[in-house]
């Protein structure tokens, strides 16, 4: 609220005879202010929606097919990411050979990263694709991680499968085969390096 100062300020004249006017000083109370400013903080608080979590939307099997077949994939679609020790990623396609000869390494990035190696294997999906509205129809990748693997590694390639939309993939587990084909390449890979 505003109130006015009476006080006298000093009465000085100029002349004889002459009445000056007392000058009127205005003090602005701002206590009101105060609580009209801590509602406002409490309405916008009470009205504004919280950030709602975001999730990662995930196409699921559909439960009609038969289960035998939930789980088949071409072998021409197929490609599987393992994930080994100190950020080493290892690949093939298809099925994996009894002498291991199509168990190839990759990087994040750089060359030979395991982006290109999808995009790679997108464009041979599509080129053999005999589906033209949805000539990915085929494309399998399956992520399996290793014991030596680490959390950021897989949020890595789920980032990579999100990068180049790629719409089916699977995060399984590692079969006993490929976790020592893995250890044995990480073992080589640290003895190279040293």
Same mark, same amino acid.
């Given at each position: 609220m505003a109130e006015l100062d009476t006080s006298g300020g000093g009465h000085?004249?100029?002349?004889?005879?002459? #009445?000056?006017g007392k000058k009127l000083s205005t003090r602005v109370d701002l206590t009101p202010m105060v609580d009209l400013g801590f509602?406002?903080?409490?309405?916008?608080i009470f009205t504004t929606t919280m950030s709602q979590p975001t999730a990662m939307k995930l196409i699921l099997p559909d439960?009609?097919?038969?289960?035998?077949?939930?789980?088949?994939?071409k072998e021409s679609g197929?490609?599987?990411?393992?994930?080994?020790?100190?950020?080493?990623? @290892? @690949?093939?396609?298809?099925?994996?050979?009894?002498? /291991?000869?199509?168990?190839l390494s990759a990087s994040y990035n750089g060359e030979n990263s395991i982006r290109e190696?999808?995009?790679? #294997?997108?464009?041979?999906?599509?080129?053999? /694709?005999?589906?033209?509205?949805?000539?990915? #129809?085929?494309?399998?990748?399956?992520i399996k991680p290793s014991s030596k693997c680490n959390y950021k590694n897989v949020i890595d390639i789920l980032d990579e499968m999100s990068i180049n939309v790629v719409k089916?993939? /699977?995060?399984?587990?590692?079969?006993?085969?490929e976790e020592q084909l893995v250890q044995?390449?990480?073992?080589?890979?640290k003895s190279s390096s040293n």
């Open positions: 000085k004249k100029k002349g004889p005879g002459v #009445k000056k509602l406002l903080i409490t309405f916008f439960d009609k097919v038969k289960p035998e077949e939930q789980n088949k994939a197929a490609l599987t990411i393992l994930m080994g020790d100190d950020n080493h990623i @290892y @690949y093939y396609e298809g099925q994996l050979k009894p002498d /291991a000869s199509n168990f190696i999808i995009m790679k #294997k997108k464009v041979q999906v599509r080129s053999i /694709a005999r589906d033209p509205s949805d000539p990915e #129809k085929d494309l399998v990748i399956v089916k993939y /699977a995060l399984v587990d590692i079969f006993d085969i044995k390449s990480d073992a080589n890979a």
